[in-house]
């Protein structure tokens, strides 16, 4: 497609659940990127994709996070056991080169 | 490691005034810096890039230039108009962006 596409817009979940969050670059990038966004305007970086294979993994916690991007798939960012402070809106970015990133509308997820 | 540091909002301003909102950057290297822009829900849009030394971004009335020698890379724009009201962020890198901590925006009539 022509944008990046997330979803779903918002996700709630109680805390202790698992949250999976979708990702679809647009058409022909390469590279996809997670980031997290908390306190409203501070941005994290989690993870980076070349194609299927993580590029850059430095941002990512070390425990409950996961994240994928497979062949003919939607990447995935997948959260076990959700705790409070992971409320947030997650965006996913993609790009045809390594320098300018194109962003989806972001993810929601509350933790109850 | 790489740091972005931007003026703290929030700018209220009238419109047609003139902005400025200031960015510094630290990091290895020169890194490729950005604004981008967040319009309220939404989420954040490419406003203009700038990839080396002395590089100007333009966009939509909004400019800024690279400048090697201070570490600067500031944001303008000579009329704001009330559809500029948005969270402005500074940003610098290639793979993995830094973020500044944004700037909110208000233009008011």
């Known amino acids: 497609g022509e944008e990046v596409a997330q979803t779903p817009k918002h996700l709630v979940r109680g805390e202790g659940q698992k949250a999976k969050l979708y990702c679809a670059p647009i058409?022909?990038?390469?590279?996809v990127f997670w980031y997290q966004q908390v306190l409203k305007n501070e941005f994290k970086f989690l993870i980076s994709?070349?194609?299927?294979?993580?590029?850059?993994e430095t941002g990512m916690p070390k425990e409950r996070f996961s994240a994928k991007c497979l062949p003919n798939s939607p990447c995935s960012l997948e959260i076990q056991a959700t705790k409070l402070e992971d409320s947030a809106v997650y965006f996913c970015?993609?790009?045809?080169?390594?320098?300018?990133?194109?962003f989806g509308p972001g993810t929601r997820l509350t933790v109850l | 490691g790489d740091s972005v540091t931007q003026m703290e909002g929030p700018v209220t301003l009238s419109e047609e005034a003139f902005l400025t909102i200031n960015c510094t950057y630290t990091?290895?290297?020169?890194?490729?810096l950005f604004w981008y822009v967040q319009y309220p829900g939404e989420g954040l849009q490419l406003l203009l890039k700038?990839?080396?030394?002395?590089d100007k971004g333009s966009n939509k009335g909004f400019e800024a230039t690279y400048r090697k020698e201070t570490t600067s890379f500031h944001l303008e724009k000579g009329s704001v108009q009330v559809s500029d009201s948005a969270v402005y962020f500074c940003?610098?890198?290639?793979?993995?962006?830094?973020f500044g901590t944004g700037t909110q925006l208000k233009v008011e009539l």
């Open positions: 970015a993609s790009s045809a080169v390594s320098n300018e990133q194109f």
């Open positions: 058409k022909g990038h390469s590279y």
């Open positions: 994709f070349q194609n299927e294979n993580v590029f850059d």
């Open positions: 990091a290895t290297g020169y890194p490729s």
């Open positions: 700038a990839t080396k030394a002395d």
């Open positions: 940003v610098g890198g290639g793979n993995k962006l830094t």
